[in-house]
């Protein structure tokens, strides 16, 4: 099992910037993705972005020179930079951490943050 633990959700106004922190225990995987997804009002989970072990990158394209992800792999954490932000990013963002192991995937989910960009 893995557990997730976010942080760094909050009110932000338009254009402003926040950073989410994620902190992954219990059974680490090497070579897991980690990341961020996120669920607005209404709507279904959407990826925001993706990092593998070896640091590659992957973002939605609405949050594409918007958003950074980062991580420490000694630390076990993920980061989301959120800068620019508008108010269609609002929704509850959730840390994700994924492996594949003997054919079998493997997929974890945080409890997730709030995010609410008001004017």
């Known amino acids: 099992q893995v557990q997730l633990v976010e942080s760094g959700g909050g009110l932000v106004q338009p254009g402003g910037s926040l950073r989410l922190s994620c902190a992954a225990s219990g059974s680490i995987f090497s070579s897991a993705t980690m990341g961020w997804y996120r669920r607005a009002p209404g709507k279904e989970r959407e990826l925001v972005a993706t990092?593998?072990?070896?640091?590659?990158?992957n973002y939605a394209e609405s949050v594409k020179g918007r958003f950074t992800i980062s991580r420490d792999n000694t630390k076990n954490m993920v980061y989301l930079q959120m800068n620019s932000l508008k108010p269609e990013d609002t929704a509850v963002y959730y840390c994700?951490?994924?492996?594949?192991?003997?054919?079998?995937?493997?997929?974890?989910w945080g409890q997730g943050t709030q995010v609410t960009v008001f004017s």
């Open positions: 990092i593998t072990s070896g640091s590659r990158p």
């Open positions: 994700y951490y994924g492996y594949r192991s003997w054919g079998s995937q493997y997929d974890y």
